[in-house]
């Protein structure tokens, strides 16, 4: 298993026990895959309470809420690389989690994958649903 496909079958640890299973079969199907990706923007419902806090946007700016979110990220023990799993791509996305966050909650919808299964950022359809998943 790749090390993408390690944090993107980690991902299903942060939602509720009764969608893990087919949150990891949607992955290896392209058509169902598709589907999944396309349910990412509002995706809140089926993370799973016990390991998901939302983070309520303290600063005035968009922007500061941005470096916000990273610096926690970073505080809860995020390594400097991470792999986005995104609503409007097919494939994961490696790359600095510098750039993985503001990319993810200016554009769009979906995860930021930081260590498999431990620790996670979902950001919904308009970057204001901003939820920190931890394990």
Request: charged share 30%; proline share 6%.
């Amino acid at each position: 298993m790749s090390e993408a496909e390690e944090h993107e079958t980690g991902l299903a640890a942060f939602l509720r026990p009764d969608r893990r299973q087919r949150f990891r079969r949607a992955l290896v199907n392209e058509r169902s895959r598709e589907k999944l990706l396309a349910e990412l923007w509002d995706y809140e419902r089926r993370l799973d309470p016990d390991c998901a806090e939302r983070l309520p946007m303290r600063a005035a700016k968009h922007d500061a809420f941005v470096a916000e979110v990273h610096a926690r990220l970073v505080a809860e023990g995020a390594p400097a690389t991470c792999v986005a799993l995104r609503a409007q791509e097919p494939h994961v996305r490696e790359g600095p989690l510098a750039d993985a966050v503001p990319d993810i909650m200016w554009t769009g919808a979906g995860f930021v994958s930081c260590v498999p299964g431990r620790l996670a950022l979902y950001v919904g359809e308009d970057g204001s649903d901003v939820i920190l998943l931890r394990r």
